[in-house]
């Protein structure tokens, strides 16, 4: 390991940006809580079904409500299908097979750790509330300075209600007064205490921390290669939490998803002190970890992933917290889980405390890595802190989009106090996560996108605003190379309805969509647009499902045109175990089942095995776990 004080920083780690003129976006916001019925709110806080996604900007990425970033693709959980780090969106290429929190911290001088990845020991509470809340800027009851309508509830207090659902100023209104931020806000609350968690994880110790999280993203074109994160932690517990760290750790997994080895060729490296300039403001140096394809998979896979720190509490002294803002402490794997290194909170914590950076490590792998910030020399029981950090993907050898997602956090400085004397041209007030320039104006819409099924449909989904009265919905699209749009509805869809399928795109084609609101008065809005393309008809074979299984699972194939086909089931040593289907097969889905057995009507034992279907010219796999 090196010494974090004397290593050298693994990028050319200065970028130094001018402040950009643009005209804002515009974009949408979804149904405020405090308008949501009771029927409306699901049964079960855990978000499982992949929804929760940044998707309007370059980064598209699963960010649920317990700690997780990612989706752990080809995993048998209901949430695994949704994008992780897939850049640019809809390329199919990801950068991310999971990620999440981890905070340890000393409980009477013994380490207690809780992780959000690999063990989901953070949860939301059991309350129906506890779900996730969009938002946008410049929605009603969001606004923030420097609107003079900030004070939204008007009680002398500025964003004080919190989006999550609750009364958390006791005056009897939910998510009045709060700070709408970006073009698409998440926020949601979890905690490490829930019984559940408890349960699931005996050796588990909670430090009664409750997070409210938020996540950012922006549409506009140049800043929106990035995820921004603060997350408040409070300790809801009895006891001080002592030397507090905060750590993320990831797995990377970068390439196609359709790729089943992209893991196994990545690097991974820490840049130090990447110096960003914030002009009249000053400058800022941020650490950055990434992971990256060593090889770049023929010019697919062309960015370097990862996480740079923004903002976190410090001291000048460095007696409660570190003097500076940044990465203590850095530490990658590979060759196994990362549980085989990092197996219980007493080695979590070692590593968080070791304040030592690894060395960057370029020689193809599958590897983990796990960053560390603090200490934080105590939280005191109903006491704070909050940290700021964004998910970047920037282009290889560059660090173009970890200096914006800097400057978006920097945001803009207001002069409140109409004295000249204070700050710098007296502007004395900082609001952070504003573009340069921004001025967000709310409109009837968040969360539109399109996205393909297969190569015959496509399927268009949006979230709306309670604030606009809708009366019904048209949906119209453009096909590549011009042309007026196309109406696709006959007839208005119903003012409640949040999805359409498109079933007459032609397989390859490239196809743009957008949505019409008529509003109950006679008044329209038009959201974003939405592109994508059809993939071309091939021979698809589906993961099988479930995924591990313990008696049978069931395999799907789709056919482009009638064709001979095999399909078989081989051992990890590459010999046939059992053939399950031979012959000609019409064009359509057609789906198989396999019960765990050989050719020879015997069980096979658990392990994992390989699927291939043979079609026409084409070859494929997908790996099966069958367990006893």
Not at 235 to 260: I, K, M, P, Q
Not at 483 to 495: D, F, H, I, K, Y
Request: net charge negative; hydrophobic share 35%.
């Amino acid at each position: 390991m090196r010494n974090r004080s004397n290593h050298g920083a693994a990028l050319v780690a200065f970028a130094s940006l001018s402040i950009l003129t643009f005209t804002p976006a515009f974009v949408f916001a979804q149904t405020p809580p405090a308008k949501r019925k009771p029927a409306d709110l699901p049964q079960g806080t855990l978000i499982m079904d992949g929804s929760p996604v940044h998707n309007i900007g370059e980064l598209w990425c699963h960010v649920p409500n317990w700690g997780l970033i990612g989706s752990m693709p080809d995993f048998s959980y209901p949430f695994s299908h949704a994008p992780s780090a897939e850049w640019p969106g809809g390329s199919g290429v990801e950068y991310l097979w999971d990620a999440g929190l981890w905070v340890g911290a000393l409980r009477g001088n013994v380490p207690s750790v809780t992780t959000a990845a690999r063990a989901f020991e953070f949860l939301p509470s059991p309350d129906p509330r506890d779900i996730v809340y969009y938002s946008s800027s410049g929605v009603p009851r969001g606004n923030r300075l420097p609107s003079p309508y900030a004070d939204d509830d008007g009680d002398g207090s500025l964003d004080e209600d919190a989006l999550d659902g609750f009364d958390n100023d006791l005056d009897g209104l939910i998510d009045e007064d709060y700070a709408a931020i970006s073009d698409q806000m998440l926020s949601r609350n979890y905690r490490d205490d829930d019984e559940r968690s408890i349960r699931n994880n005996p050796s588990h110790s909670p430090q009664h921390l409750a997070v409210h999280q938020e996540t950012y993203q922006f549409e506009h074109p140049d800043f929106d290669d990035f995820i921004g994160f603060t997350l408040n932690l409070k300790n809801d517990g009895t006891d001080v939490l002592e030397d507090v760290y905060v750590s993320l750790f990831a797995e990377g997994d970068v390439g196609r998803r359709d790729n089943e080895g992209r893991g196994n060729d990545d690097a991974t490296g820490f840049a130090n002190g990447i110096r960003v300039d914030h002009h009249a403001h000053g400058s800022g140096a941020y650490d950055f970890v990434y992971w990256y394809d060593a090889d770049g998979d023929g010019g697919q896979a062309t960015g370097y992933c990862g996480f740079v720190m923004l903002d976190h509490p410090v001291d000048a002294l460095g007696e409660s917290a570190p003097r500076e803002i940044g990465f203590v402490s850095y530490e990658n794997f590979s060759g196994g889980p990362v549980d085989c290194c990092l197996t219980n909170d007493f080695e979590r914590y070692e590593f968080m405390a070791s304040q030592s950076i690894e060395e960057d490590r370029s020689t193809p792998r599958d590897y983990w890595t796990v960053v560390a910030a603090g200490p934080f020399a105590q939280i005191l029981p109903g006491e704070s802190i909050t940290l700021s950090f964004a998910l970047v993907v920037t282009p290889r050898n560059e660090v173009a989009n970890v200096a914006k997602a800097a400057i978006a956090y920097q945001g803009q400085w207001f002069d409140l106090d109409n004295d000249p004397s204070t700050g710098i041209d007296g502007k004395e007030h900082q609001e952070h996560w504003y573009l340069p320039n921004d001025n967000p104006s709310w409109t009837a819409f968040n969360n539109f996108r399109a996205r393909a099924v297969d190569p015959t449909s496509v399927i268009v989904e949006w979230q709306a605003s309670a604030e606009a009265d809708i009366l019904g919905y048209d949906v119209f699209r453009v096909t590549s190379g011009g042309g007026e749009p196309q109406r696709l509805t006959s007839a208005l869809l119903p003012g409640d309805q949040r999805r359409f399928v498109d079933a007459s795109v032609t397989p390859g084609g490239h196809y743009g969509y957008f949505l019409v609101a008529h509003g109950t008065a006679g008044e329209q809005y038009t959201s974003q647009s939405a592109g994508v393309k059809v993939p071309a008809a091939s021979v698809v074979l589906r993961q099988n499902a479930p995924n591990p299984f313990a008696a049978t699972t069931r395999i799907g194939v789709s056919l482009p045109a009638r064709s001979d086909m095999r399909l078989a089931v081989y051992d990890v040593t590459g010999r046939r175990v059992a053939s399950i289907a031979n012959g000609a097969r019409d064009a359509g889905e057609h789906e198989f089942e396999w019960n765990g057995t050989n050719d020879a009507g015997g069980r096979v034992g658990a392990g994992v095995y390989f699927c291939k279907l043979e079609a026409g010219t084409q070859t494929l796999t997908k790996k099966l776990v069958l367990m006893r």
